[in-house]
């Protein structure tokens, strides 16, 4: 069962920028603490950024200060800007809720590409 739709992913060069969506349906995101994700071949899948249904948010040191959480309640969509971007920052993002395991963030959506370039 898809529960989100995950998008704006692309190629782009090293400082480029991108904006990711996550378009939820089934349940409201600003009742659910939810959290971008991501995996890289070969490394282990890293919660990049969650927001809360407080609207709290958080970030890993990794992303701190380039990239940027928000939501649309209207929506029923979060968000993930990402300026500044590293060929580090290549991997396959997801949205789901915080404390998701990895090998079920498929079951959520399919996942949007990002692929960064020097």
């Known amino acids: 069962e898809v529960l989100v739709v995950e998008s704006g992913g692309g190629s782009v060069e090293t400082g480029g920028s991108l904006r990711l969506s996550c378009a939820a349906s089934?349940?409201?995101?600003?009742?659910?603490?939810m959290g971008w994700y991501r995996q890289a071949p070969g490394n282990e899948c890293e919660l990049v950024s969650r927001?809360?249904?407080?609207?709290?948010?958080h970030y890993a040191d990794s992303v701190k200060g380039r990239f940027t959480i928000s939501r649309d309640n209207a929506k029923n969509t979060v968000y993930l800007q990402m300026t500044s971007l590293k060929p580090d920052d290549t991997a396959v993002y997801h949205c789901?809720?915080?404390?998701?395991?990895?090998?079920?963030?498929?079951?959520w959506g399919q996942g949007t590409q990002v692929t960064v370039s020097s």
């Open positions: 789901a809720a915080v404390g998701v395991e990895c090998r079920a963030l498929s079951n």
């Open positions: 089934g349940f409201r995101v600003d009742e659910t603490h």
């Open positions: 927001i809360r249904s407080d609207s709290s948010t």
